[in-house]
């Protein structure tokens, strides 16, 4: 066992509107726990619809034509951005160990999340003043340019996975383009995002521009998503709950909507490839934080020439993951969120035993506290199991056979999701084709997930629209407005 980190102290349980933390209307809270045990780590206050109102309020406000945020230059908008990210550098060891704490997350991989952040932050930090429009050369005897201006007062619904990393993608594109927002965190894991609150009004954000309001999706998340008060929602989380937020933007509004939803993303091992960077890029992909994650390469094709042997290797590795508390630094593989998810993951385990997969290793609660499931492996899987159709959302790697390119390409894009795709190879005009053929918003070549700020991120298909990170992520939160000016002739 590595060093064991110290708990955090919870300094912030509040809900967070207008700069200042606050209890909500109803005086009811909620628990968080500890997914390690189970255990309560603290009560937080529930927000519902009139704490949104409150938040819709303030956050109108702080928008207004004369308020102090816009009153800002731009480029003062990136100095704030990147004020926040310093804080964040400074407060790095405290938000680690709380994103660990609250998810479930193995402490080197919070580290890892807190990094990117401030990677983030200060990325759009540098849009902030190189948002523009254009002058067009239009017919008649007008001058016409464009204008990027801000959308408005955004509402943002974020999961429980990266509390942290999705925080960061929304908030910097929205204040990069001077937008105001209010955050709904996930029930599971509010505490991380409720510091970094504090950190805005340290870092000199104005009253009103950022607001966050811990509650439960039927409640809090419903109704920033049919608030007329705002302007656009965007959201990551399941298919299922993403059609429910269009349906209630759709109903309310009309707000613009940003989806970022389910995946189950093929990664397509060629027998060309080196066999121990492919086991060990598949197992990142699909084991990394326990298998929560959106675009998880959940379907690992495997050519038949070297199948047997990937197999065995993959075992092999998988079965010298460390398990143990996540507030260690040599942890490896943490527990599921809630017991919800648990018993989600034991299900479909199941579910592949009995449709005939070969159960290759694990497939069983890990321990006798918490909600640890050991890493598992399936071979010899179809297409047609559950398996290998429904996102697992758990540590479980269902490893399929294939013969050739073209039929691999097919298999691969028959699903309802889209977001991600990757292949393993040494030929260039295989990974070429494949970069072509694949149907996901994010196709990775001899990697997997390797995020950074300046590329844009979101799904096809029923994975959703719209991107996060790189300048597609600024344009999601401005409108275009055209302004023609008629002139007495030509210039």
Same mark, same amino acid.
């Given at each position: 066992m ?11 349980t ?5 700069n ?7 005086? =009811?809270?909620?628990?968080?726990s ?9 009560? !937080? ?13 303030? %956050? ?5 034509p004369?308020? %102090?945020?816009?009153?800002?230059d ?13 804080? $964040? ?15 479930? *997350? ?10 990117h $952040?401030?990677? #983030? ?17 239009c ?9 990027q ?15 942290? +990393? ?21 029930? @599971? ?7 970094? %609150? ?5 870092? /000199? ?6 607001? +966050? ?15 007329? /008060? ?40 060629? *027998? ?32 038949? @020439? ?27 593989? /943490?527990?599921?969120i ?19 997969a ?14 640890f &499931?050991?890493?598992? &492996?399936?071979?010899?899987?179809t ?6 159709? @429904? ?16 039929? !691999? ?21 295989? %990974? ?12 990775? &070549?001899?990697?997997? @997930? ?6 844009p ?7 959703g ?9 600024? *344009?999601?939160?401005?409108? #275009? =407005?055209? !302004?023609?000016?008629k ?5």
């Open positions: 590595g060093e064991k980190i110290p708990l955090p102290e919870i300094k912030y509040q809900l967070f509107i207008n200042e933390f606050v209890n909500s209307v109803s005086g =009811k809270t909620f628990a968080t500890n997914p390690c045990n189970g255990k309560k780590i603290a009560d !937080v206050q529930e927000g519902d619809a009139a704490d949104v109102d409150k938040a819709v309020i303030a %956050a109108r406000d702080a928008f207004a004369g308020s %102090a945020w816009r009153q800002l731009a480029s003062a908008r990136g100095r704030l951005l990147y004020a926040l990210a310093n804080l $964040i550098e400074r407060d790095y060891k405290y938000l680690v160990a709380l994103e660990s704490l609250d998810c479930g *997350k193995p402490y080197s991989l919070a580290l890892l999340d807190v990094e $952040i401030i990677h #983030v932050f200060r990325y759009f930090a540098g849009w902030c003043d190189k948002i523009k429009g254009d002058t067009i050369p017919d008649g005897n007008f001058f016409c340019y464009t204008k201006e801000p959308v408005g007062v955004c509402g943002q619904i974020i999961p429980w996975n990266f509390p942290l +990393v999705l925080l960061a993608w929304k908030w910097s594109a929205a204040l990069a383009a001077g937008c105001t927002l209010i955050l709904k965190p996930a029930e @599971d894991t509010p505490l991380s995002a409720l510091y970094v %609150a504090a950190l805005t009004k340290e870092a /000199g954000f104005p009253a009103g521009v950022i607001n +966050v309001i811990p509650g439960y999706g039927s409640t809090a998340g419903k109704a920033i998503a049919s608030h007329p /008060g705002i302007q656009k929602v965007a959201f990551t989380g399941s298919t299922a709950v993403g059609r429910k937020v269009m349906s209630e933007a759709a109903n309310s509004n009309l707000k613009r909507v940003t989806l970022e939803l389910g995946g189950k993303s093929p990664l397509i091992i060629f *027998k060309d490839a080196d066999l121990d960077v492919a086991c060990q890029t598949s197992l990142d992909a699909i084991m990394a934080y326990q298998g929560q994650v959106c675009c998880a390469g959940s379907r690992t094709f495997v050519q038949e @020439d070297i199948y047997d042997e990937f197999v065995k290797r993959a075992v092999k590795a998988v079965e010298s993951r460390v398990i143990e508390d996540v507030m260690t630094t040599t942890c490896e593989h /943490g527990p599921q809630n017991e919800t998810q648990f018993k989600k993951v034991l299900s479909y385990i199941e579910a592949g035993k009995k449709e005939g070969k159960l290759e290793t694990g497939g069983a609660r890990h321990g006798d506290q918490g909600y &499931i050991k890493p598992t &492996i399936f071979s010899n899987v297409d047609d199991m559950s398996i290998a159709k @429904d996102e697992i959302f758990g540590p479980v790697q269902c490893i399929i056979k294939f013969k050739t390119l073209d039929e !691999v390409v097919k298999r691969a894009n028959d699903t309802s999701y889209g977001l991600s795709a990757g292949c393993l190879t040494n030929d260039l005009n295989t %990974a070429l084709t494949l970069a072509n053929l694949l149907q996901g918003g994010s196709v990775w &070549i001899n990697c997997w @997930d390797p995020a950074t700020p300046q590329a991120f979101g799904g096809f298909k029923q994975s629209f719209g991107k996060e990170l790189g300048e597609e992520a600024v *344009k999601a939160y401005t409108q #275009v =407005k055209t !302004v023609l000016i002139l007495p002739g030509k210039p």
